[in-house]
Nanobody, 126 residues
Framework: QEQLVESGGGLVQPGGSLRLSCATSGFTLEDYGVGWFRRAPGSEREGVGC????????YYADSVKGRFTISRDSAKNTVTLQMNGLKPEDTAIYYCAADDLYDSGDPCAPNEFDYWGRGTQVTVSS
């Protein structure tokens, strides 16, 4: 059973930065497309950013473009989400998801991914 584990969440002041990491047990994340999603209280889960399995395509939601960056670390078998310039509206539970069929051109949507982590809380507040 593929498993994903998110880490790096926490409490940060507005304008601050956090680095989330998505790690796996049992498979090579480099072979999978990976998405980051978030769910704020009372809101639907939304796509933050997705990277295709070949790394040739990276999508970012308009709300995070220019502030968040997705990258792969093949040596550590992880995918990270670097979040800079955090705003209170970024407060949410952040999830990573993976699927070996997710590729360039696919929408960054929850139903494109089969494997999910349990999430990590990010709170942006002064």
């Amino acid at each position: 059973q593929e498993q994903l584990v998110e880490s790096g969440g926490g409490l940060v002041q507005p304008g601050g930065s956090l680095r989330l990491s998505c790690a796996t047990s049992g498979f090579t994340l480099e072979d999978y497309g990976v998405g980051w999603f978030r769910r704020a209280p009372g809101s639907e889960r939304e796509g933050v950013g997705c990277i295709s399995s070949d790394g040739g395509s990276i999508y970012y939601a308009d709300s995070v473009k220019g502030r968040f960056t997705i990258s792969r670390d093949s040596a550590k078998n992880t995918v990270t989400l670097q979040m800079n310039g955090l705003k209170p509206e970024d407060t949410a539970i952040y999830y990573c998801a993976a699927d070996d069929l997710y590729d360039s051109g696919d929408p960054c949507a929850p139903n494109e991914f089969d494997y999910w982590g349990r999430g990590t809380q990010v709170t942006v507040s002064s």
